[in-house]
């Protein structure tokens, strides 16, 4: 025979939470369980990132109190050959030794023999020491010289020697060249 569920109790609360299944009540606190686990990581969240602000608060605080005190602080004046001295060191610096080196070494041919490059970088001039075995190679060289982009035509002779006690009897020649803007 099949069962007839028959009640004649009043409705109430108790009653129809007697009535509700198993799974729902398994899904319910599932729900919780969830609702309060998303509750505690957002506010553990909304803690780390209150924290970090407080830090970086802390840092700008440190910078703006630095460069306060940095700005207040009683300038020391430089003596002007100081800052000749600091001047000429940084134009010696920033002398372009690598544009320098290129234009050298694809105009030296092996006939000529550098024995001294000395820049000046106040007037952007190179002065080239250099020896080779006859005045053709020299003249060639000079030409080599003024066809370089960084030099252009303004390489000049300075003046040139034979060494006669020298049993090779070599020309030694120096130049100057110019190198920037004309």
């Given at each position: 025979?099949?069962?007839?569920?028959?009640?004649?109790?009043?409705?109430?609360?108790?009653?129809?939470?007697?009535?509700?299944?198993?799974?729902?009540?398994?899904?319910?606190?599932?729900?919780?369980?969830?609702?309060?686990?998303?509750?505690?990581?957002?506010?553990?969240?909304?803690?780390?990132?209150?924290?970090?602000?407080?830090?970086?608060?802390?840092?700008?605080?440190?910078?703006?109190?630095?460069?306060?005190?940095?700005?207040?602080?009683?300038?020391?004046?430089?003596?002007?050959?100081?800052?000749?001295?600091?001047?000429?060191?940084?134009?010696?610096?920033?002398?372009?030794?690598?544009?320098?080196?290129?234009?050298?070494?694809?105009?030296?041919?092996?006939?000529?023999?550098?024995?001294?490059?000395?820049?000046?970088?106040?007037?952007?001039?190179?002065?080239i020491t250099a020896e080779t075995t006859n005045s053709d190679a020299m003249v060639?060289?000079?030409?080599?010289?003024?066809?370089?982009e960084l030099f252009g035509t303004r390489v000049q002779l300075l003046r040139h020697?034979?060494?006669?006690?020298?049993?090779?009897?070599?020309?030694?020649?120096?130049?100057?060249?110019?190198?920037?803007?004309?």
């Open positions: 025979m099949t069962r007839l569920d028959i009640d004649f109790a009043p409705p109430n609360w108790r009653r129809s939470l007697h009535r509700v299944p198993v799974w729902a009540w398994c899904i319910g606190a599932l729900g919780v369980a969830l609702a309060v686990t998303a509750a505690y990581s957002g506010s553990a969240a909304l803690q780390r990132q209150q924290a970090s602000e407080a830090q970086l608060q802390r840092a700008q605080q440190r910078v703006l109190a630095a460069t306060q005190g940095a700005v207040s602080a009683p300038q020391t004046p430089i003596a002007p050959a100081q800052a000749a001295a600091v001047n000429a060191a940084i134009l010696q610096l920033n002398l372009p030794w690598r544009d320098l080196q290129d234009a050298l070494a694809s105009a030296t041919p092996p006939a000529i023999a550098l024995l001294a490059l000395e820049p000046d970088a106040r007037k952007r001039v190179l002065k060639a060289y000079i030409a080599q010289l003024k066809q370089q020697e034979i060494n006669a006690l020298d049993p090779n009897k070599p020309l030694r020649f120096q130049l100057e060249a110019r190198w920037g803007t004309p």
